[in-house]
């Protein structure tokens, strides 16, 4: 591991370059809501194009749409930890598929009457968020499991003061493995960027496949990097983008 910017892996026109959004591109934020993409980080990555092409890819747990009205469309996109991908200039769909109201309700059962907690909805995607709650993680994770245990498409997932009903094939890793099986991503090397527990699932695809990972900030992870936040992250954007 390392929180040295220059050991980082240099870009160049062999990679394919995933990056997390909130937590690796975008500091995060109490109320997701507020979170956009920094002017400097936005500008770090217009100046990769030339290195890149259209070989740059922003994976989040978002709802694609969400995702799309906060980065540039000129990227790709995958939402909803993979779920819905869209190519460069490609809007996404007008309407969202929703979770199933079974499990709706059953999540809106739990956080019921709960001060500091709040469910987002993300398409199917469901994220029970308790940062003004901290205490609650525990048995918001507990419950969660509990109600969901009997049904085999949907699986939970905790991450930073968020814990998230999702569906079973909601998986970034997978997202990333396909991308990289088509054009512009084909024959070449991932690099995966990312903060949370979600991001994970790509950076084992990535190192699997003889690419590069890189940690944003603590905890275990299967990364071969890390970096402390996500100034860290924009600054090494920009790096790359001098040469």
């Given at each position: 591991m390392t929180t040295d910017l220059s050991a980082l892996p240099r870009l160049d026109e062999r990679h394919a370059l995933f990056?997390?959004?909130d937590g690796t591109l975008a500091p995060i934020q109490d109320d997701p809501d507020?979170?956009?993409l920094p002017a400097k980080t936005r500008q770090a990555l217009a100046a990769l194009e030339p290195l890149l092409g259209d070989a740059i890819a922003i994976i989040s747990g978002r709802d694609?749409?969400?995702l799309s009205a906060r980065v540039p469309l000129a990227y790709w996109r995958a939402g909803g930890h993979g779920l819905d991908i869209c190519g460069p200039d490609e809007a996404p769909p007008a309407m969202p598929t929703v979770a199933p109201r079974a499990i709706i309700n059953a999540v809106e059962m739990i956080v019921h009457g709960l001060d500091g907690v709040r469910i987002e909805h993300k398409g199917p995607v469901l994220a029970v968020h308790y940062r003004q709650a901290p205490d609650l993680g525990p048995m918001l994770i507990a419950r969660l499991e509990d109600t969901l245990a009997d049904n085999p498409d949907y699986k939970v997932q905790a991450g930073k003061m968020v814990i998230e009903a999702k569906p079973a094939n909601a998986n970034?890793?997978?997202?990333?493995?396909?991308m990289l099986s088509h054009a512009p991503f084909l024959d070449r090397t991932a690099i995966m960027v990312g903060d949370d527990t979600t991001d994970e699932d790509a950076f084992k695809v990535?190192?699997?496949?003889?690419?590069?990972?890189?940690k944003v900030g603590s905890?275990?992870?299967a990364a071969?990097?890390?970096?402390d936040d996500p100034q860290d992250v924009t600054n090494w954007l920009i790096e790359q983008g001098k040469r």
């Amino acid at each position: 591991m390392t929180t040295d910017l220059s050991a980082l892996p240099r870009l160049d026109e062999r990679h394919a370059l995933f990056l997390d959004f909130d937590g690796t591109l975008a500091p995060i934020q109490d109320d997701p809501d507020t979170v956009i993409l920094p002017a400097k980080t936005r500008q770090a990555l217009a100046a990769l194009e030339p290195l890149l092409g259209d070989a740059i890819a922003i994976i989040s747990g978002r709802d694609i749409r969400d995702l799309s009205a906060r980065v540039p469309l000129a990227y790709w996109r995958a939402g909803g930890h993979g779920l819905d991908i869209c190519g460069p200039d490609e809007a996404p769909p007008a309407m969202p598929t929703v979770a199933p109201r079974a499990i709706i309700n059953a999540v809106e059962m739990i956080v019921h009457g709960l001060d500091g907690v709040r469910i987002e909805h993300k398409g199917p995607v469901l994220a029970v968020h308790y940062r003004q709650a901290p205490d609650l993680g525990p048995m918001l994770i507990a419950r969660l499991e509990d109600t969901l245990a009997d049904n085999p498409d949907y699986k939970v997932q905790a991450g930073k003061m968020v814990i998230e009903a999702k569906p079973a094939n909601a998986n970034k890793g997978k997202a990333v493995e396909v991308m990289l099986s088509h054009a512009p991503f084909l024959d070449r090397t991932a690099i995966m960027v990312g903060d949370d527990t979600t991001d994970e699932d790509a950076f084992k695809v990535v190192n699997r496949l003889g690419g590069q990972s890189i940690k944003v900030g603590s905890g275990e992870t299967a990364a071969g990097y890390r970096v402390d936040d996500p100034q860290d992250v924009t600054n090494w954007l920009i790096e790359q983008g001098k040469r």
